[in-house]
T-cell receptor, first 112, second 111 residues
Framework: DGGITQSPKYLFRKEGQNVTLSCEQN?????MYWYRQDPGQGLRLIYY???????QKGDIAEGYSVSREKKESFPLTVTSAQKNPTAFYLC???????????FGQGTRLTVV | QKEVEQDPGPLSVPEGAIVSLNCTYS??????FMWYRQYSRKGPELLMY????GNKEDGRFTAQVDKSSKYISLFIRDSQPSDSATYLC???????????FGSGTQLTVLP
């Protein structure tokens, strides 16, 4: 089945640690996105990538980093510089010429 | 002012009711309009996608776009408890642009 897979589903991080969230898609989509969702605030764009080896900052990129070495993969690293990392993180992808985005099931990150 | 405004609710209705969910937007460049449904602790799933002004129907769901008023709506007829979820509107100016989301409306349909 084609789709977007995010892992892990739940992640716990100690303060001061970097963590990496995985996002893999087998939809052959060119564009991939990372969103953060907090209660009552909808989805906010962290980073996006339109093609391999290229990515752009979104609205809230500070404290995050990404890479796009393969078309299928777009991992997000939450660094220790992110002051309030506890949130629900969503990865999405979109095909060339397409308008709608398709989402993974999300990773819930909690700082302990 | 946010580009997209959506009433967060929560909205509670009895089973069988007609539900109206709405978003307003300020950027006239938005040309494509989507509604996503998100169950608790899950990723959003695409429900409806429209391009032009007017109505688009899919089963119990109708999406309505009024570009002149910059207003979009999602109607749910004969609402069911399984419709209980958060509904997000999403807009974009073109296929190369990322989506701009509303904050979501939390809907509960009571049996």
């Amino acid at each position: 089945d084609g789709g977007i897979t995010q892992s892990p589903k739940y992640l716990f991080r100690k303060e001061g640690q970097n963590v990496t969230l995985s996002c893999e898609q087998n939809l052959n989509h060119d564009a991939m996105y990372w969103y953060r969702q907090d209660p009552g605030q909808g989805l906010r764009l962290i980073y996006y990538s339109q093609i391999v080896n290229d990515f752009q900052k979104g609205d809230i990129a500070e404290g995050y980093s990404v890479s796009r070495e393969k078309k299928e993969s777009f991992p997000l690293t939450v660094t220790s510089a992110q002051k309030n990392p506890t949130a629900f993180y969503l990865c999405a992808s979109k095909g060339q010429g397409g308008t709608e985005a398709f989402f993974g099931q999300g990773t819930r990150l909690t700082v302990v | 002012q946010k580009e997209v405004e959506q009433d967060p609710g929560p909205l509670s209705v009895p089973e069988g009711a007609i539900v109206s969910l709405n978003c307003t937007y300020s950027n006239s460049a938005f040309q494509y309009f989507m509604w996503y449904r998100q169950y608790s602790r899950k990723g959003p799933e695409l429900l409806m996608y429209t391009y032009s002004s007017g109505n688009k129907e899919d089963g119990r769901f109708t999406a309505q776009v009024d570009k002149s008023s910059k207003y979009i709506s999602l109607f749910i007829r004969d609402s069911q408890p399984s419709d209980s979820a958060t509904y997000l509107c999403a807009l974009t100016s073109g296929s190369a642009r990322q989506l701009t989301f509303g904050s979501g409306t939390q809907l509960t349909v009571l049996p």
